[in-house]
């Protein structure tokens, strides 16, 4: 029976994930500034950092928390260098 609890709350969590990630792509699609791009792709990434978190919950599986961890240094060192564009941008 936790089994199947445990497999309802995985297979919710995929489609919610799924379903944020069709409308962080419209963000990014739409935009209308640079800045609001770089926040959409930054929650992107965080929104796949978290599934492969569940995913390596679900299978038992540390490969995946490893694969996450750099995917979240990756990440943040991107975020740091757009915003850093994005101020000197605004600084011309």
Known sequence: MLDLIQGFFV???FVFIILALFLIINRLRLGPT????????????TLILSAIVVASL???D????DAALILGIVSFMG???FAR???DQEND
Do not use: G, M, P
């Not at 640079?34 to 990434?45: E, P, T």
């Not at 540390?62 to 928390?65: Q, V």
């Open 58 to 60: 679900y299978l038992s």
């Open 62 to 65: 540390s490969l995946y928390s």
């Open 85 to 87: 564009f994005i101020e």
């Open 79 to 81: 975020t740091v260098v």
């Open 34 to 45: 640079l800045a609001d791009r770089v926040v959409a792709l930054d929650l992107f990434s």
């Open 11 to 13: 297979d919710s969590f």
